[in-house]
């Protein structure tokens, strides 16, 4: 194909060693846009070593830090709310019982439901700015959290904020997958995944402490106000900066546009199709693979669901004061972090481990949870070290959902896939603060034992998931052969098809 040739009707890629090599016609919906935007612009040749790193290292700059803060600061929209109970939220607004309870449970129901909407329109719409949206209208609810002051006006603003945001891991998935090969998504979703929320959180809780007693507001108010503002300025920032995939990213040249677009065949799972395609969302409701992400990430949020409204009353209860507790939630985000970047290098590095990496780093919050089930609550260093290690489950959901993202073909599949994966997101997070029994306070023992129990399924459901991948994959060795290469310079790695009905597709296990 000369470069100067612009086709003006779909095309149907044939594997070719001639470099842009194209021929004949199919339905639109076959072909994935990124088919189409190789087909119809200017053919650069072959990308060198030497200009893939460069490409790689020049989206790592733009897409890491806008993707990190924008999950950091709606992690913090979440957590804030153990944060503000430090300084008389639940007084102020006289909750008894289970309330509080409830109010860390609402948001992912909200979130349960909104995933109905949001797998269609993360399908439909451009990632990037159906992310940014979201941002701005979850940023708004935040704001709402200041002049409330009644327990059912909070449960509507939890649920609102939780449906609001259920498209936030899906934007963020489909993201990752458009910019990045699989091999190098595990590290980057380590970093956008990252437990900043709780460095974050403890400093602006340290900064709301020093606001007099005496001022015209609650406490608990001001940060509200404070974070709900730099959510809403971020948002409105990231509407107009951050791009949807490779093709429409402001930050790379017409060059690097092709290069970047092109080194994602191999991953076969395509960029953008805005056809729904009905086949593959029963393909993915039947996909065993599938659902054991699912059960895995439902099991594994519990303990996240229970942390995220209670940890920082734990560490209250050891007799800390607000302004103290504040800042020692700070490590929890640390540690998690560093576990996940951890866990996450050793995942992409070990290949074909990201199950069994996931597995053994489930060992380290299994420690952290024994600890604080054995020790008795006057060994308060003790009580610290193990609660900060129960802060590890992180590493291994980091590295969990990079299984769908690298095993998922066909965009309505991925679509369908990474809202299932989130309903188990939004599941666990809803059974965890019900674990915490107001009269088992301080030491919550069902939610210990809930937590325990919890870290053990979920390294058996990974073990399971890693023997059915490498089972489909002989078994696909020995119906095919081993699988070829994506053909340089051709578009077949673009088509909108899933992974079941590609015979050179092989499973991350």
């Given amino acids: ?15 070719s060693n001639s470099v842009g090599e194209t021929t004949e016609t199919a339905e639109d919906g076959v072909l994935d846009e990124a088919a189409k935007y190789l087909a119809n612009h200017e053919e650069f040749g072959p990308m060198t070593t030497e200009q893939e790193k460069k490409i790689v290292k020049k989206i790592d700059s733009w897409m890491i830090p806008l993707l990190v803060f924008c999950a950091t600061l709606s992690a913090v929209d979440k957590v804030e709310i153990g944060t503000a109970s ?16 409830w109010l860390g449970s609402i948001l992912p129901l909200g979130t349960l439901i909104g995933l109905v909407p949001a797998s269609w329109l993360v399908q439909r719409f451009p990632p990037g700015k159906l992310l940014a949206g979201g941002s701005l209208l979850w940023s708004c609810c935040t704001l709402c959290y200041a002049p409330c002051r009644s327990w059912s006006g909070f449960m509507g603003l939890r649920f609102l904020l939780g449906f609001i945001e259920a498209i936030q891991v899906p934007c963020f998935t489909v993201l990752v997958a458009s910019f990045y090969k699989k091999e190098e998504q595990p590290p980057r979703n380590g970093i956008i995944f990252a437990y900043f929320s709780s460095i974050f959180n403890g400093f602006f809780a340290w900064v709301i402490g020093y606001i007099p007693v005496d001022a015209p ?39 690097q546009k092709y290069h970047a ?175 915490f029994r107001s009269s088992e306070a301080p030491k919550y023992i069902t939610s210990v034992v809930a937590m325990l129990v919890s870290y053990c399924v979920c390294m058996l459901i990974l073990m399971v998931y890693w023997l059915i991948g490498a089972w489909e994959n002989k078994r696909r060795d020995r119906k095919y052969g081993k699988p070829e290469g994506v053909h340089e310079g051709t578009v077949e790695g673009f088509m909108d098809v899933s992974d079941k009905q590609q015979k050179d597709f092989r499973y991350t296990t």
């Fill in 86 to 101: 430090l300084y008389g939220f639940q007084k102020d607004n006289g909750m008894v019982g289970q309330q509080y309870s």
């Fill in 261 to 435: 677009t092109q080194r994602l065949a191999s991953n076969r799972t395509g960029i953008a199709n805005k056809v729904w395609k009905w086949d593959q969302v029963w393909e993915a409701l039947l996909d065993i693979k599938v659902w054991l992400i699912v059960i895995f990430n439902i099991i594994i949020n519990i303990p996240n669901g229970g942390l995220q409204s209670f940890g920082s009353i734990i560490i209250n209860n050891l007799g800390y004061s607000p302004l103290v507790s504040s800042l020692l939630t700070m490590p929890f985000g640390v540690l998690a972090t560093g576990g996940a970047w951890a866990f996450s290098y050793i995942a992409a590095r070990w290949h074909n481990r990201r199950a069994l990496t996931a597995s053994l780093a489930l060992l380290l919050p299994i420690l952290g949870t024994a600890l604080v089930y054995i020790l008795p609550r006057t060994n308060v260093a003790g009580q610290m070290v193990g609660l900060y290690f129960m802060y590890f489950y992180w590493p291994p959901y980091v590295v969990g959902i990079s299984l769908p993202q690298a095993n998922t073909a066909g965009m309505t599949k991925k679509a369908v896939t990474y809202s299932l994966v989130t309903i188990g997101y939004a599941a666990g997070n809803l059974i965890g603060p019900q674990t």
């Fill in 217 to 255: 507001l609650f406490r608990w108010q001001y940060l509200y106000l404070l974070t709900g503002t730099i959510d809403v300025l971020y948002s409105l920032f990231l509407w107009f900066v951050l791009p949807d995939s490779p093709m429409n990213a402001f930050f790379l040249t017409a060059e």
């Fill in 1 to 15: 194909m000369s470069q100067d040739t612009k086709l003006d009707e779909t095309i149907h890629p044939v594997t």
